[in-house]
């Protein structure tokens, strides 16, 4: 007997009834993207328009029944997925997924929550213009997600996280009603920016259904190089280097460790990666120039040069044809997967100050190594905007799952105690979801926490969204 059958009468009467899902195989809407928790649904919604989605709103709050705001389902914290009580409803925004309208005049683009990431590349692309987010996941996330949990990816160093993205917002709040914020400005000085407090809320505070998004002309170059560096410092060094040479340029600025290298080397051997076996750690730069590739290239040419005369760089490629570029890009692209396919692990998203990353470093791969000897680091990221996957793997030969279930605590007890020392952030980019929930009460500042409870308090309530992720439910 189906639970809250007046509720979902009156869902399917807002959205349809092939559009309600109680029934068949709902993991793709009820597993998280790693695996890690299976919760249960009381039905899988899924609107066409904002209009149904503030009914549905509506429908779940005189029914007590609360919501799980979902897009592509991609997100690393489980933030996005019921849990196991089967009384959630999930609330799948991936049926709206049209492009309102692009103003090629205003730069700007408007399109509903549900359009997935690399659609939103390639029509702004068949346009004449760049939408510069990039993820690994962007055949498969969507832009509701990517604002719900600011996303970052490869070119934040030059054009920030979703939020710098965004000019506006259409968002359903929990009272059902509709706050269209679409209009495209680039100045609007006229009290609190609302937009702003949604963006990174993981879908706690409101259903995001519309965004109206910045464009910027296409480069007429974009030139990728693999360099191999002696140290972090090293790679500091260069990335000082490349903002003097490339100044606006810079767009992609990614670190690779050597053992993050040798798992892609020894899981896809059909790529093929240079100087891993002799550098600790290489990097990949990517320059988008306004002029010609010519001028791109003489840039990035000097800036090596630089680089190779003052020992920061020990040898570099510098890619002759896009395939070899998205092939450069493909090496740092397959390291996550490379280390799911090694085995289970304990994953760290952090931020430092960029010039202090070389001694979290080393200070971190010392404490791990005395605490957990033949630990093994997988160390990459977005070293240009300070943000580390500071990645944990079980010593060889050790099962990957019980080194997880036993030690994960006592790792993230080392890597979050240095990340507070060198006055960092324990998420930079994934979101804080159910998963890191309880840490978020240990490190973040009690006066920060405070006002959370208060804006989540003010604006939800009933504790109508995504309840249990971000905050604790005691905490409302």
Known sequence: ??????????????????????????????????????????????????????????????????????????GMVVGS????????????????????????????????????????????????????LSLASEGSCTIGGNLGTNAGGTQVVRYGNTRELCLGLEVVTA???????????????????????????????????????KLYPLPQSQLTALAAVPSLQAAVDLLGLAHRHLSAGLTGFEVMGQFALRLVVKHFPQQRVPFYESAPYCVVLENSDTESDSHARSQLERLLEEALEKGCVTDAVVAESMAQARALWHIRESIPLAQAQEGLNIKHDISIAVSRIPDFVAQADAALEQAFPGVRLVNYGHLGDGNLHYNVQAPAGQDGETFLREQENAVNAVV????????????????????????????????????????KTALDPHNLFNPGRMLAARDH
Not at 8 to 36: P, Q
Request: aromatic share 6%; proline share 3%; net charge neutral.
């Open 416 to 455: 979050y105690a240095l990340v507070d020392a060198y006055k960092g952030s324990i998420s930079a980019e994934h979101g804080i979801g159910s998963l890191k929930r309880e840490k978020l009460e240990k490190h973040k500042s009690p006066v920060a926490l405070g006002l959370m409870r208060s804006i």
């Open 81 to 132: 997925t019921p849990d196991a009580s089967g009384t959630q409803v999930v609330l799948s925004l991936t049926r709206m997924n049209a492009v309102r309208t692009l103003d090629a005049a205003n730069l700007t683009i408007t399109v509903e929550a549900g359009c997935v990431l690399q659609t939103l590349q390639e029509v702004c692309e068949q346009a004449g213009f760049l939408f510069p």
């Open 1 to 74: 007997m189906n639970r809250y059958p007046a509720l979902l009468s009156a869902l399917r009467t807002i959205v349809g009834e092939a559009y309600v899902l109680t029934e068949g195989d709902l993991t793709g809407y009820e597993l998280d993207w790693r695996k890690r928790e299976h919760g249960k649904a009381l039905a899988v919604v899924r609107p066409a328009s904002t209009e149904q989605v503030a009914a549905v709103v509506k429908a779940c709050a005189a029914a007590g029944v609360s919501i799980v705001p979902q897009g592509g389902n991609t």
């Open 175 to 213: 009272q059902g009603e509709v706050w269209s914020g679409l209009t495209g400005l680039r100045k609007d000085n006229t009290g609190y920016d609302l937009r702003h407090l949604f963006i990174g809320s993981e879908g706690t505070l409101g259903v995001i259904t519309a965004a109206t998004m």
